[in-house]
Each structure stands twice: as C-alpha cells, then as structure tokens.
C-alpha cells in the first residue's frame, strides 16, 4: 500500500490531523491501494496562494519553454506507462487495453498542447490611422482550478492541465476521491518535467472541503470541471459568484439510433462497445439505443447474446473485457436502476445481476421494450446497462433521442446518406457520429455537451481549450 502526499507550492505534504482516506482495487475489494491525505479547506486555500505566487513567473516564461516541459512530461508518462496503466486499472476498474489506450491519450495530449508553445498567440488588425499598430495578445487567466471525475483519471486531468500550463497559467488540481493515484502518476511526471515549484498543486480530499474552496475562492480566475450535473451546478453557482470563468462538463443519456438499413453485425458491435466499453462508465457511454421497428427483434436478439457473451472479471486478467463497476455504490446504482427497469416493465433481456464475488462485477445488461419517458431512458445510469427504445421512423427515433435533458453525445447506424444527415442536422447533441459508436474521441478536436451536459460556456479540447485557458488584450500602439 502506497502512503501519497499532495502537492503545495513545490512540497510534498502528507496527510495533517484531519487524517487521510483510503483508495481500494475495485475488482478485490478488500485490497487498500493507497492513503492520500485528507486535505481540508485551510490546505486547498495555501495551494491557490502558492500557485497565485508562482504565477507571475510562469506567465512570463517564453511559451515554447513552457512548452518543452509538457515535452518531457510525455516523456515520462512513455518511459512509466506499463506502471501507469496498470495502476489505472487497479484503481478504477478498466481493462488493461482500455487503461493503455487512456494512458496513450494522456501522453498525445501533453504533445499536442507541448506544440500550442510554438502556436498562436494573438490577432494583428488593421489600424485606423497611419503609424499605428492594433493587435490583441492572449494572456493566461491566472490561477485555475481543475476538478475532475474518476472515470477517466488521467486522460480528463491531462486535457485540462495540460492547456492550462501551455498557455502559463499555475494550477490548482483536485481529483476525484476513486482515483487519485493513477492523477498522482501524472503530477509526478509534469513535476519531474521541470515545472517551477508552485506552478502545479496537488490537493486530495473531499468536494465539501476542497472543490468548494476552490470553486469560492476570488483568487481562482478559472475553474474547470467535469461531472456529474448536481456537483457541477452548485459549483458554477459559488464560482460564478465572484465572476470566474467556468466551464462545465457533465453527464450524458447518449442514444444511439439504429434504422433499418443498418448492417445488423455492425449495429450490435458498435452498441456493443458503447454501451459495455469502460464498463459503461464513460460519460459518452451509450445507455439508450433506438432502433426503427423494422430491425428492432432482430438486432434485440443479438444485442442479448452479445451482452451475455462478454467476459466479465479483473481488468488485468487476460482475456477480460469488461471491468467491475469503480465503487460500492456505484454497482448499488446500477442495480437499482435495473430493479427500476424491471418495475416500470422493460423486459430483461441479458445480464440483471452481480457477475462474481470479490469485486463490484455485474453483468452485461440490456433491457427491451423500454418506454422512451421511463428513469431507465431518462436517467444517467453510468454503468453497464443499456436500454432498447423501439422508434416507428426516423422522425419517432430522433424525437425520442431528444426527449432527455441532456444532450452530449448521439449516434446513427446506416448507409443511408439523407437519412444520416438529418439526424446530424436534427441532433441535440456536442458531439453526433455516423455508424461509430458513441464513445471515443479524437484528441484534436473540440469537446462538449448541450443542454444539460454542459454549462454550455466554452468546449474544450484540440482547438478550442485556447479559448478557456486565456483571455485577450486589446493593443492600441500610435508610433508616427
Ligand atoms: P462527481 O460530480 O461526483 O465528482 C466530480 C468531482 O467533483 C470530484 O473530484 C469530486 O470530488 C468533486 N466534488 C464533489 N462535490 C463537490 C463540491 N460540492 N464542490 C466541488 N467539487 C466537488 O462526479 P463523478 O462521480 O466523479 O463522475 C461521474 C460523472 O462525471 C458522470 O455524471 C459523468 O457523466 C460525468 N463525466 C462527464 C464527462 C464529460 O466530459 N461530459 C466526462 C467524464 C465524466
């Protein structure tokens, strides 16, 4: 078992007399990973002092050497990979494939903001005079605040710290209470990288006591979330408070829609990995599948047999391929929502319960027959559950796909071009995919939700963490 300290100011503390919580393996419950220090509100506040501190330094090194630090920071993550994945696995649950494939993700993240060093910085305009210059220059916000969830934990912590550094502001990271070991991996490998004491904190510990901090703190110029909806609500209230910039983003009842027309083997595996890849713990997951009535039987029934085929166990074991549920209480949601299904009169179709002992398995479940209006198509589960919402037409299947609240990701299965088209035309969704499955997205391009997934501010990602991550200064310069 690891004893883990945090990060302040360029100091590795360990825990104080408030005491420090445990992280577990959620395949063999019974196994402490590593303490982390219990950090209290006192604490969260010194890390945003030291970070405020370190700012003004960090601003005014030139972007590409900020930039060569994010270099060797992907470096490190390189040479540790085996040992990070494997600790992401441990951790949260995954299956080793998927932990390397984050692990990956994390790495090709620090490259691609490492490049930002050599990238924009500004806008020239044309002036109104003659001898005279206009122009607006970017400059970072100052101290940001980074709260994340435990679902990815490294890939979500990289996406948001690694902009924030590029673009020189200091950081304040919070992870979440399930992962803060494999998040710990990746402070240690941007620290060993050469970044300035202060510049990166570290602070572990409870929402109550430190992401409320954070969020209330008038010293933090922005702060960046990901999240469930009720967390993210109440923090964009108290940062909002003090006019931070906030972003959000949040849950997902991602749909994907099968017409037809589908090729039957391509619609099953791509609902197949949405909706049991990352033991349906992604927040682009697909929980609700709507499926036009005329391949509706067919696709049901080799949806069920491909659920029930799936290898359920310990992500590190060979052959494994689907991890347990992270927490107890996130598998005592998953099985209330199937009690729910089965109450309201979907019909069982796969799976429905525990999967082994030891760890917080479950089965692969899909449930037929569900009513689009019912909490099992209404509500984020975030587990391996998926419901088959039966749709007339095109028309039924995206009025159903945009009944929910929110509006994160959606997918469509055909060949048929104006039918694809208007899904994509007619989808209330950030993010909509044409015969892919609902998870999965490229590193370089923009991220986020509508509606409810999002406080619908900024996107984040490729492109557009520019627009977060800095404000700009508009130049009046007269030289003639
Ligand atoms: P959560 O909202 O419980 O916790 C997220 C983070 O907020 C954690 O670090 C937690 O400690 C912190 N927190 C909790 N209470 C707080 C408070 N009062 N003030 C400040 N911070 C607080 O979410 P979770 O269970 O860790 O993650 C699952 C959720 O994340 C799902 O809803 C999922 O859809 C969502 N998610 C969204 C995306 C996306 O990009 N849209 C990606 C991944 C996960």
Redesign the pocket.
Known sequence: MDICKDLIGGQWVGASDHGSFETRDPAHVDAVLATFPSATAADAERAVAAAAEAFPGWAATPAPARGAILFRAAELVDERFEEIATTLTREEGKTLAEARGEVTRARDILRYYAGEGWRRAGEVLPANAPSAMLFSKREPLGVVAV??????PIA?PAWKIAPALAYGNAVVF?????TPLTALKLVECLQDAGLPAGVLNFVTG???A???T??ASPFVGGLT????????A??YR?ATEHFARVHL????KNPTIILDDAELGLAVKLAVMGGFGLTG????ATSRVIVEDGIADRFAAALAEAAAALRVGDGLDEGVQMGPAVSAD?LATDLDYIAIGKKDGAELLAGGGRAGAGGHFLQPTVFDHVDAGSRLAQD?I?GPVVGIVRARDLDDAIAKANSVGYG?AASVVTDDLRRALTFVDRIEAGVVKVNEPTTGLALQAP???FKL??ANTFK?QGPSAIEFYTRTKTVYVTYG
């Open positions: 709260i994340t969830p435990w679902n990815f979500i919070k992870p979440a209470s399930a409870s929402g109550a430190v992401g409320e954070l969020a979330f990901t999240g469930s909806h009720g967390t993210g109440g923090i108290k983003e949040m849950g997902g713990q992604s927040c682009t996130q984020e975030f994160l991220f986020g939700g997934s999002s984040e």
